[in-house]
């Protein structure tokens, strides 16, 4: 008995489309391997589309009052919170992940930042204005950019997606948001609740691949192009924008650094940094994947974090034990166990570092230790749920290995000594510093990072200026 595949469309101007030539692809659940929908192959034709209807609608909803942005974003925001069991099961079928850890740890911080975006419309402000020069007043007027082309990833499909297009929104823009072409299925639901609280055209979404996503940066219409991916992904992104001198907000990749010194509460870190490692099998940019520890406890800590994998658990979404579901898709997974393959001599593998059985795309929560800081696995991002350890000898040393990457977007430092901390967290090269604790997020505060990490900020004020631009207006008082 052959099941009938769901069917996915864009929203485009405020209708559910097919691609305009009919092209479709196959969207797989990564527990099980198997197909569950097919989502529209985006081609020209359907980006010149979403991007007109969102131009048509950038005038009307530049010219909204803030107030009136932010009674949408509420509503929108009381709605994914009224349909919340829906956009659960449909992040967990998109990506495998455990229901209740998605409902309890992604849905609450994904409501409460479109409502801190909703706040932040009513902030949309200049400087006061005054007279820099006899006889003329001037005034800073913040505006929204135009249409922002946008593009989500598949570690978190609706949470990016909301980090996009909510700040966006909020400061009066437009958006064509293209979800990834293997998690589309969330993002498709969100636009059917938001349907019928925003004006046509404000919010449109287009699924696809690569090229999809290549049209829509490359396409005149966009004032801006914001990506969430890999570093070949935002260089490819930065390139073509730069053709037409759009603005680009970059957030890519990680490998944050985990500075476990000798007076550290070995326990606590050990329990944090597992989870911290291991949340969403890895597939985060800001993971606790590079531990580096002190010499004098590092077999201690190797043996317990060892346990500690031991004792994590991956397996089906609906298993309220797991911590973890499965790696996104094949090429993941194959990426992930590679890098394990190919791993120098000199390196153990403590705990993991296989697959867990043979349906879905699962992986056993892995510890490597014995490593150098020029080995591939300490140099290159895994995205799995992989942490390696290295062993240091004092502080000058810990902070060499800690920026010695090209990735500059998270870090954190574990220790009881408050002017050690205070000093590495100055010296760390990276957009985030935690200090004996990591991965916490909240709105108010800014997340982006430096050097190959990229560029702009998501979430605070500093995000929602991201999404704006500043006109000077110089007025003669003489009339």
């Given at each position: 008995?052959?099941?009938e595949?769901?069917?996915?469309?864009?929203y485009?101007?405020?209708?559910?489309?097919?691609?305009?030539?009919?092209?479709?692809?196959?969207?797989?659940?990564?527990?099980?391997?198997?197909a569950?929908?097919?989502?529209?192959?985006?081609?020209?034709?359907?980006v010149d589309?979403?991007?007109?209807?969102?131009?048509a609608?950038?005038?009307?909803?530049?010219?909204?009052?803030?107030?009136?942005?932010q009674?949408?974003?509420?509503?929108?925001?009381?709605?994914f919170?009224?349909?919340?069991?829906?956009?659960?099961?449909?992040?967990?079928?998109?990506?495998?992940?455990?229901?209740?850890?998605?409902?309890?740890?992604?849905?609450?911080?994904?409501?409460?930042?479109?409502r801190?975006?909703a706040?932040?419309?009513?902030?949309?402000?200049?400087?006061?204005?005054?007279?820099?020069?006899?006889?003329?007043?001037?005034?800073v007027r913040?505006?929204?950019?135009?249409?922002?082309?946008?593009?989500?990833?598949?570690?978190?499909?609706?949470?990016m997606?909301?980090?996009?297009?909510?700040?966006?929104?909020?400061?009066?823009?437009?958006?064509?948001?293209?979800?990834?072409?293997?998690?589309?299925?969330?993002?498709?639901?969100?636009?059917?609740?938001?349907?019928?609280?925003?004006?046509?055209?404000?919010?449109?979404?287009?699924?696809?691949?690569r090229?999809?996503?290549?049209?829509?940066?490359?396409?005149?219409?966009?004032?801006?192009?914001?990506?969430?991916?890999?570093?070949?992904?935002?260089?490819?992104?930065?390139?073509?924008?730069?053709?037409d001198?759009?603005?680009?907000?970059?957030?890519?990749?990680?490998?944050?650094p985990?500075?476990?010194?000798?007076?550290?509460?070995?326990?606590?870190?050990?329990?944090?940094?597992?989870?911290?490692?291991?949340?969403?099998?890895?597939?985060?940019?800001?993971a606790?994947?590079?531990?580096?520890?002190?010499?004098?406890?590092?077999?201690?800590f190797?043996?317990?974090?060892a346990?500690?994998?031991?004792?994590?658990?991956?397996?089906?979404?609906?298993?309220e034990?797991?911590?973890y579901?499965?790696?996104?898709?094949?090429?993941?997974?194959?990426?992930?166990?590679?890098?394990?393959?190919?791993?120098?001599?000199?390196?153990?593998v403590?705990?993991g570092?296989?697959?867990?059985?043979?349906?879905?795309?699962?992986y056993?929560p892995?510890?490597v230790s014995?490593?150098?800081?020029?080995?591939e696995?300490i140099?290159?991002?895994?995205?799995?749920p992989v942490?390696?350890?290295?062993?240091?000898?004092?502080e000058?040393?810990?902070?060499d290995?800690?920026?010695g990457?090209e990735?500059?977007?998270?870090s954190?430092?574990?220790?009881k000594?408050?002017?050690?901390?205070?000093?590495?967290?100055?010296?760390?090269?990276?957009?985030?510093?935690?200090i004996?604790?990591?991965?916490?997020?909240?709105?108010?505060?800014?997340?982006?990072?430096?050097?190959?990490?990229?560029?702009?900020?998501?979430?605070?004020?500093?995000?929602?200026?991201?999404?704006?631009?500043?006109?000077?207006?110089?007025t003669?008082?003489?009339?």
């Amino acid at each position: 008995m052959t099941t009938e595949l769901r069917r996915l469309r864009n929203y485009i101007g405020g209708e559910f489309k097919d691609a305009a030539d009919g092209r479709t692809t196959e969207v797989v659940n990564p527990a099980t391997g198997e197909a569950y929908a097919t989502a529209p192959l985006s081609g020209q034709a359907d980006v010149d589309a979403a991007m007109a209807a969102a131009a048509a609608a950038f005038p009307g909803w530049r010219d909204t009052t803030p107030s009136e942005r932010q009674k949408a974003l509420l509503k929108i925001a009381d709605a994914f919170e009224a349909r919340a069991d829906e956009l659960v099961a449909a992040e967990s079928e998109n990506t495998g992940k455990p229901l209740g850890l998605t409902a309890s740890e992604e849905l609450p911080p994904m409501v409460d930042q479109i409502r801190f975006f909703a706040g932040a419309a009513r902030l949309l402000e200049g400087r006061s204005a005054g007279e820099y020069m006899d006889g003329m007043t001037s005034i800073v007027r913040r505006e929204p950019v135009g249409v922002c082309a946008q593009v989500a990833p598949w570690n978190y499909p609706m949470m990016m997606a909301v980090w996009k297009f909510a700040p966006a929104i909020a400061a009066g823009n437009t958006v064509v948001l293209k979800p990834s072409d293997t998690t589309p299925a969330s993002t498709v639901l969100m636009a059917e609740i938001i349907d019928s609280v925003l004006p046509k055209g404000v919010f449109n979404v287009v699924c696809g691949d690569r090229e999809t996503g290549k049209a829509m940066v490359e396409h005149s219409i966009p004032a801006m192009a914001s990506i969430t991916g890999s570093v070949r992904a935002g260089m490819q992104v930065a390139e073509s924008a730069s053709k037409d001198v759009k603005r680009v907000h970059l957030e890519l990749g990680g490998k944050a650094p985990v500075v476990v010194f000798q007076d550290a509460d070995l326990a606590k870190a050990v329990e944090d940094i597992a989870v911290a490692g291991y949340f969403n099998a890895g597939q985060d940019c800001t993971a606790a994947t590079r531990v580096l520890v002190h010499e004098s406890i590092h077999d201690e800590f190797v043996a317990a974090l060892a346990k500690a994998a031991s004792d994590t658990k991956t397996g089906q979404p609906d298993d309220e034990d797991v911590l973890y579901g499965p790696l996104n898709n094949p090429n993941q997974l194959k990426q992930v166990a590679g890098f394990i393959e190919r791993l120098p001599a000199h390196a153990k593998v403590e705990a993991g570092g296989h697959r867990v059985g043979d349906k879905g795309y699962f992986y056993a929560p892995t510890v490597v230790s014995g490593l150098k800081q020029d080995d591939e696995i300490i140099q290159n991002e895994v995205f799995g749920p992989v942490i390696t350890v290295q062993s240091f000898t004092d502080e000058a040393q810990a902070l060499d290995y800690a920026n010695g990457v090209e990735f500059a977007l998270a870090s954190s430092v574990w220790t009881k000594d408050h002017g050690r901390a205070m000093r590495m967290s100055k010296n760390l090269d990276f957009g985030c510093v935690w200090i004996n604790t990591h991965i916490p997020l909240v709105a108010e505060m800014p997340h982006g990072g430096f050097k190959k990490s990229g560029y702009g900020k998501d979430l605070s004020a500093y995000g929602f200026e991201d999404y704006t631009r500043i006109k000077h207006v110089m007025t003669s008082l003489d009339g």
